[in-house]
């Protein structure tokens, strides 16, 4: 069988949703649209907008195939985030968006039901972001809803089941932190049995997996092949690791950005990791174990992020470092290594503002990254993917933090590549590039020792 060479890639991320058409060749996007991810308020909670993101990708499949002619299909999206599907293949219920803080409501009563973290790897995790979670409040605030639900299946499988009409699941989706699956067997857990879903959820699937080809009515609608191949999909994160199991070799750390920084780390050393902590157990496309921390980095970046300042100097560096300009976390208090600690400025409380502000915040995504590095076990390079591997302040205090090689992917969106190559291009090396800073490393090494001993201070008083 031929390697399809275009590959459209449905990427849909809880900012925005996209569809990519990637050449497994050159490993570049030919093509992207995007529209904004929009959560619509109810009734019966916030949910996705899965009608006007149905209606946008036909269309940008349509155009795409007009335009290249498409190959395969590959799906990614965010975790956290399941559809429930009635006997005919509609929702049963809205998709839930995982940061409604309904299933709040009965975290006392989740919590006596849900698997020890040393079977899940998943931490406990504030709103919806256990799947577990939301699937007990689903089911206790809509009670026909467990009757209704014939099938359970995640994000990723939901619009590859769109396409195809194959319902499964896949191992990277299951394996961040839904607490359904056990990462050490490869198989779901023991919550499934309990909540009362193990007929409902879709068959477990690696990310690889061919699902089939496109429904007749989806080749009538845009015009693609009836034999056009689509793949079962991949959680976003793994999506991003993806191109580096295949190619590199361990050990090695992928930090992989976007509204969340995840680091994830292949060949990891032994460490024990703390669930309260936003440490979790990912799985990796081919079903293997990867020991890994997070936090809410993009999303905090918007929040402090000063968008009326030119790019910093060398003097605003400078001026970061002598003052001892820090922020301290956590900028999202509910997720991350310093979970429940609220974020201070130094000196004195004090926010700093402009280009100043930006270096500092820099400085703190590098520090909070680190810091997840090293919880985690990481060892080996670290690839960063994504838009901050364009940020020298970060990559500066990166290399100064952990005293390990830095590689940033060439790749605009890790996501998009890594989703395609599921469907082949194995042989396919990801492009990396060294990064060779031109930096005082020993003035950001001891920024980033005081930044350790401010927080440690803080974590004291709290």
Not at 158 to 175: E, I, K, N, Q
Request: net charge negative; glycine share 8%; charged share 20%.
């Amino acid at each position: 069988m031929t390697t399809p060479r275009h590959i459209a890639v449905i990427d849909i991320g809880k900012t925005n949703a996209k569809l990519a058409l990637v050449d497994l060749k050159s490993l570049t996007e030919l093509a992207v649209v995007t529209r904004p991810n929009t959560v619509l308020l109810g009734p019966p909670w916030p949910h996705f907008d899965v009608d006007g993101h149905w209606a946008f990708l036909l269309s940008g499949l349509t155009k795409f195939h007009e335009e290249f002619g498409i190959d395969g299909i590959s799906v990614t999206t965010h975790g956290a985030c399941v559809a429930l599907l009635d006997k005919d293949g509609n929702l049963a219920a809205p998709v839930l968006d995982y940061e409604h803080e309904g299933p709040e409501s009965l975290s006392t009563e989740y919590d006596h039901i849900r698997p020890a973290f040393e079977e899940t790897g998943s931490p406990r995790l504030a709103g919806g972001l256990n799947i577990g979670a939301q699937l007990h409040w689903q089911f206790h605030v809509d009670p026909g809803l467990v009757e209704r639900t014939h099938q359970i299946v995640t994000y990723p499988q939901f619009w590859s089941y769109r396409l195809t009409g194959v319902a499964s699941t896949d191992v990277t989706s299951l394996g961040c932190h839904t607490d359904l699956w056990n990462p050490t067997k490869g198989e779901f857990s023991t919550l499934v049995e309990t909540l009362g879903i193990s007929k409902k959820i879709a068959p477990a699937k690696c990310s690889t997996h061919l699902l089939g080809p496109i429904l007749p009515e989806i080749s009538d609608a845009t015009g693609l092949p009836a034999d056009t191949p689509v793949v079962c999909g991949i959680h976003d994160s793994n999506a991003s690791l993806f191109p580096h199991i295949l190619t590199q070799e361990s050990p090695f750390s992928v930090v992989s950005t976007g509204t969340w920084v995840i680091a994830m780390s292949v060949g990891a050393k032994p460490v024990s990791l703390d669930p309260s902590r936003d440490t979790l157990i990912n799985v990796s496309a081919l079903g293997q174990p990867v020991t890994s921390a997070r936090f809410m980095g993009g999303r905090e970046y918007e929040l402090i992020h000063d968008r009326n300042c030119v790019d910093a100097s060398a003097e605003d560096v400078n001026s970061v470092l002598d003052n001892r300009i820090m922020l301290l976390p956590s900028v999202d208090p509910k997720s991350g290594p310093f979970k429940g600690i609220r974020s201070h400025w130094l000196p004195d409380g004090n926010e700093a503002v402009g280009s100043e502000r930006n270096v500092a915040l820099s400085f703190y995504l590098a520090l909070m990254t680190a810091e997840c590095l090293g919880i985690s076990g990481g060892r080996g390079d670290i690839i960063i993917e994504g838009p901050i591997g364009r940020n020298p302040q970060y990559l500066n205090m990166l290399r100064a933090a952990t005293g390990r090689h830095i590689k940033i992917s060439k790749s605009s969106t890790g996501t998009s590549i890594g989703a395609a190559l599921l469907l082949g291009g194995k042989s396919t090396r990801a492009t990396l590039d060294h990064v060779y800073l031109d930096a005082d490393l020993q003035r950001l090494k001891m920024y980033s020792e005081r930044w350790k001993r401010s927080v440690s201070e803080m974590k004291n008083c709290s």
